[in-house]
């Protein structure tokens, strides 16, 4: 095929494709089916993968690809990226004004947007490609995140014009994708995210750009920063121009000169923001003309120009009809409770998680109370208050069931823990969440087998354990709803990659109780196969550094039980990985260091900042102590930062730590 032909065949491709991205992720108005979009996108990955030297950055086949990074560059905000100050009550809104007009007389005039409860980032354009994506930082040093950013299907690789510009966005999952999102997570047994801020920054942050990518994020700009061409002399110029270039606004810009009328919008919207598809937590109120931006300045803070009105949390009434019970994948019983329907934050609750015994009796929560029920983040139902002073008498105490409603076993509650626990081990709904565990990513990863798949699976009887995964057959999984022979096919190859993942995850994916990660890790590299495991006794796992004896114990105790050994000899049968891989140490110049992590990081989960600290050799703990070499510290680090203070332990920031992992 004539080379020019095929240029000529893949820019058109990439046209088209471009153009039906920004009709389906930015207009919501998709003019062809799924079916020939992809049709579309397989062509243009053929012609690529024959001539990859036609390939470019801004090809909408890049918006994945290279290898996870092993921690973000640092990016020098050429503007700083502030804060907004906020406004909490009509008063405040006025003082702004009040201020905004001694400053530059009566020509005020402000845009009102949405304020999106997501995560701000820098975005920049050269000739009109996407080269580069930060997050905010402290407003001057943020993180690179460009190839995370790219997998976000709203936002443009190449825009409608060859402009050279920064724009400023924020990056947030609607709500609906969010609660799919938490539900994944719930099935799975992983903590679920606090509110869809929480799950955006999470998947930002993300080392792998296929994780971000599996992650519904969306986006919006608000902000046009800087313009190689001549910038507009208003922000309402600015913001449709970015329209016009394909990139994505906000779809509510108000106008107006009159303070009033800002007040009166807010209230508008305060009352109705739970009819839109995605949360905003507040409007943005913005002086309109650039060069008064220019003359109102800046505080080290914030800027003069713009403030952001917070909404009130949305709190009501309801009673408690009942406390049901969940069980979890270890057999943890969960008790719900079950109330009166009310609306809020834009949805109808009945139900919200008690967490645990201690949580009901440290309440006081009774069947028949009257409560107060808001969302965390707007999301998670939780009861805030019990309304003591309007009990009848007729109340009653919750008591936790001495038996599991599932299975019928009996109910225990260990020393010095609060859940309570089914002892059953073939107990159904331990079964299901054991399997979902088993598949998940951080286990042995098996891609495609979710929540409604392993409920089928079991149902059907197809499987008793996740080790019958091993021995499905492509007729078997044909007959499950929604599973065609392609599904069949590639999840039968999803299950067969997972027999490599090596012993370590395959010990986290057993689900042993209190048994994490790095649990999992030490007992791997310790005994080095699973038949020394099998015969080890509790005293042996207590001779592993950080192995105390509750997980000991436990550990022990698995192995000891007659059908979880049967498990393991179905394993071996199918040829599973039992065995502890070498692992890669790619410098020892951490050897002997001991590290204790506290707070939130923002550029890595706790996971890939301990992985990271053991590829140099070093060792991560729980607790401080005169051994602990360093204190990682995020965000809101609690007493550990005291703790380490007081024994003269040396405490990294995050960017310290960054620079200690490029450095070593």
């Given at each position: 095929?004539?080379?020019?032909?095929?240029?000529?065949?893949?820019?058109?491709?990439?046209?088209?494709?471009?153009?039906?991205?920004?009709?389906?992720?930015?207009?919501?108005?998709?003019?062809?089916?799924?079916?020939?979009?992809?049709?579309?996108?397989?062509?243009?990955?053929?012609?690529?993968?024959?001539?990859p030297?036609?390939?470019?950055?801004?090809?909408?086949?890049?918006?994945?690809?290279?290898?996870?990074?092993?921690?973000?560059?640092?990016?020098?905000?050429?503007?700083?990226?502030?804060?907004?100050?906020?406004?909490?009550?009509?008063?405040?809104?006025?003082?702004?004004?009040?201020?905004?007009?001694?400053?530059?007389?009566?020509?005020?005039?402000?845009v009102?947007?949405?304020?999106?409860?997501?995560?701000?980032?820098?975005?920049?354009?050269?000739?009109?490609?996407?080269?580069?994506?930060?997050?905010?930082g402290?407003?001057?040093?943020?993180?690179?995140?460009t190839e995370?950013?790219?997998t976000?299907?709203?936002?443009?690789?190449?825009?409608?014009?060859?402009?050279?510009?920064?724009?400023?966005?924020?990056?947030?999952?609607?709500?609906?994708?969010?609660?799919i999102?938490?539900e994944?997570?719930?099935?799975?047994?992983?903590?679920?995210f606090?509110?869809?801020?929480?799950?955006?920054?999470?998947?930002?942050?993300?080392?792998?750009?296929?994780?971000?990518?599996?992650?519904?994020?969306d986006?919006?700009?608000?902000?046009?920063?800087?313009?190689?061409?001549?910038?507009?002399?208003?922000h309402?110029?600015?913001?449709?121009?970015?329209g016009?270039?394909?990139?994505?606004?906000?779809?509510f810009?108000?106008?107006?000169?009159?303070?009033?009328?800002?007040?009166n919008?807010?209230?508008?919207?305060?009352?109705?923001?739970?009819?839109?598809?995605?949360?905003?937590?507040?409007?943005?109120?913005?002086?309109?003309?650039?060069r008064?931006?220019?003359?109102?300045?800046?505080?080290?803070?914030?800027?003069?120009?713009?403030?952001?009105?917070?909404?009130?949390?949305?709190?009501?009434?309801?009673?408690?009809?009942?406390?049901?019970?969940?069980?979890?994948?270890?057999?943890?019983?969960?008790?719900?409770?079950?109330?009166d329907p009310?609306?809020?934050?834009?949805?109808?609750?009945?139900r919200?998680?008690?967490?645990n015994?201690?949580?009901?009796?440290?309440?006081?929560?009774?069947?028949?109370?009257?409560?107060?029920?808001?969302?965390?983040?707007?999301?998670?139902?939780?009861?805030?208050?019990?309304?003591?002073?309007?009990?009848?008498?007729?109340?009653?105490?919750?008591?936790?069931?001495?038996h599991?409603p599932?299975?019928?076993a009996?109910?225990?509650?260990?020393?010095?823990?609060?859940?309570?626990?089914c002892?059953g081990?073939?107990?159904?709904?331990?079964?299901?969440?054991?399997?979902?565990?088993?598949?998940?990513?951080?286990?042995?990863?098996?891609?495609?087998?979710?929540?409604?798949?392993?409920?089928?699976?079991?149902?059907?009887?197809?499987?008793?354990?996740?080790?019958?995964?091993?021995?499905?057959?492509?007729?078997?999984?044909?007959?499950?709803?929604?599973?065609?022979?392609?599904?069949?096919?590639?999840?039968?190859?999803?299950?067969?990659?997972?027999?490599?993942?090596?012993?370590?995850?395959?010990?986290?994916?057993?689900?042993?109780?209190?048994?994490?990660?790095?649990?999992?890790?030490l007992i791997?590299?310790?005994?080095?196969?699973?038949?020394?495991?099998?015969?080890?006794?509790?005293?042996?796992?207590?001779?592993?550094?950080?192995?105390?004896?509750?997980i000991?114990?436990?550990?022990?105790a698995?192995?000891?039980?007659?059908?979880?050994?049967?498990?393991?000899?179905?394993?071996?049968?199918?040829?599973?990985?039992?065995?502890?891989?070498?692992?890669?140490i790619?410098?020892?110049?951490?050897?002997?260091?001991?590290?204790?992590?506290?707070?939130?990081?923002?550029?890595?989960?706790?996971?890939?900042?301990?992985?990271?600290?053991?590829?140099?050799?070093?060792?991560?703990?729980?607790?401080?102590s005169?051994?602990?070499?360093?204190?990682?510290?995020?965000?809101?680090?609690?007493?550990?930062?005291?703790?380490?203070?007081?024994?003269?332990?040396?405490?990294?920031?995050?960017?310290?730590?960054?620079?200690?992992?490029?450095?070593?």
């Open positions: 095929m004539d080379i020019d032909k095929v240029k000529a065949e893949i820019e058109k491709l990439r046209e088209e494709i471009r153009r039906h991205d920004y009709y389906y992720y930015v207009l919501d108005q998709p003019v062809i089916s799924d079916a020939e979009y992809d049709s579309l996108m397989r062509r243009l990955v053929s012609l690529e993968q024959k001539y030297e036609l390939i470019t950055p801004d090809s909408p086949t890049q918006r994945v690809g290279g290898q996870p990074l092993r921690a973000f560059a640092a990016v020098e905000h050429p503007v700083p990226m502030l804060s907004l100050a906020n406004a909490f009550s009509e008063g405040e809104l006025r003082d702004f004004d009040r201020r905004v007009r001694n400053t530059i007389g009566e020509h005020a005039e402000y009102v947007e949405y304020k999106i409860d997501g995560l701000s980032v820098a975005l920049w354009y050269q000739n009109g490609i996407f080269t580069r994506g930060a997050t905010r402290d407003g001057h040093i943020g993180e690179d995140i995370n950013l790219k976000i299907r709203s936002l443009p690789l190449r825009l409608n014009k060859p402009y050279t510009l920064e724009a400023r966005g924020e990056v947030f999952i609607s709500k609906k994708d969010f609660e999102l938490n994944e997570r719930r099935s799975s047994d992983m903590p679920l606090a509110n869809p801020r929480n799950a955006a920054a999470g998947s930002l942050r993300q080392l792998d750009p296929r994780i971000t990518a599996s992650r519904p994020l986006i919006f700009i608000f902000n046009l920063q800087q313009l190689e061409e001549a910038m507009p002399d208003t309402w110029e600015a913001l449709n121009l970015m016009e270039l394909g990139l994505k606004i906000s779809p810009l108000y106008r107006s000169n009159s303070i009033g009328d800002v007040i919008v807010c209230h508008e919207w305060n009352d109705k923001r739970h009819t839109l598809p995605f949360e905003i937590d507040g409007m943005v109120i913005k002086v309109n003309n650039f008064y931006r220019e003359v109102l300045g800046n505080t080290s803070k914030s800027p003069r120009w713009a403030i952001a009105y917070k909404f009130p949390a949305e709190q009501k009434e309801t009673v408690i009809r009942d406390i049901i019970i969940q069980v979890g994948r270890t057999g943890v019983l969960t008790p719900t409770a079950v109330f009310v609306p809020i934050a834009g949805t109808i609750v009945s919200a998680t008690l967490h015994e201690d949580y009901i009796n440290s309440k006081d929560i009774r069947i028949g109370d009257i409560v107060v029920i808001q969302k965390a983040g707007d999301i998670i139902p939780e009861v805030v208050e019990v309304k003591k002073d309007k009990r009848s008498g007729e109340e009653i105490p919750f008591i936790m069931p001495g599991c599932v299975c019928g009996d109910v225990v509650r260990l020393d010095g823990e609060a859940a309570a626990r002892t081990s073939a107990c159904p709904a331990q079964q299901k969440r054991l399997i979902i565990h088993f598949a998940s990513r951080d286990a042995m990863d098996i891609e495609g087998l979710g929540p409604a798949v392993v409920e089928q699976l079991l149902d059907k009887e197809l499987i008793r354990d996740a080790a019958d995964l091993y021995f499905l057959k492509h007729e078997e999984l044909t007959g499950i709803d929604r599973i065609g022979d392609k599904s069949a096919s590639n999840l039968l190859r999803a299950i067969e990659n997972s027999k490599n993942r090596g012993l370590a995850r395959l010990l986290f994916g057993l689900g042993i109780r209190l048994v994490g990660l790095r649990a999992a890790q791997a590299e310790h005994f080095e196969n699973i038949d020394r495991i099998i015969k080890a006794e509790k005293e042996e796992f207590l001779e592993i550094n950080e192995i105390g004896e509750k000991a114990e436990s550990v022990a698995f192995f000891k039980e007659d059908q979880n050994i049967k498990m393991i000899e179905k394993l071996k049968r199918a040829n599973v990985l039992l065995e502890q891989q070498a692992r890669n790619q410098a020892n110049l951490l050897e002997g260091k001991t590290f204790v992590l506290t707070g939130t990081l923002a550029g890595y989960t706790r996971t890939e900042a301990s992985r990271l600290i053991e590829e140099k050799g070093g060792r991560v703990t729980n607790s401080v005169s051994k602990t070499d360093y204190v990682v510290a995020g965000e809101n680090p609690g007493s550990k930062i005291e703790r380490a203070r007081t024994l003269g332990v040396t405490i990294l920031s995050e960017q310290e730590f960054r620079q200690m992992l490029e450095i070593e």
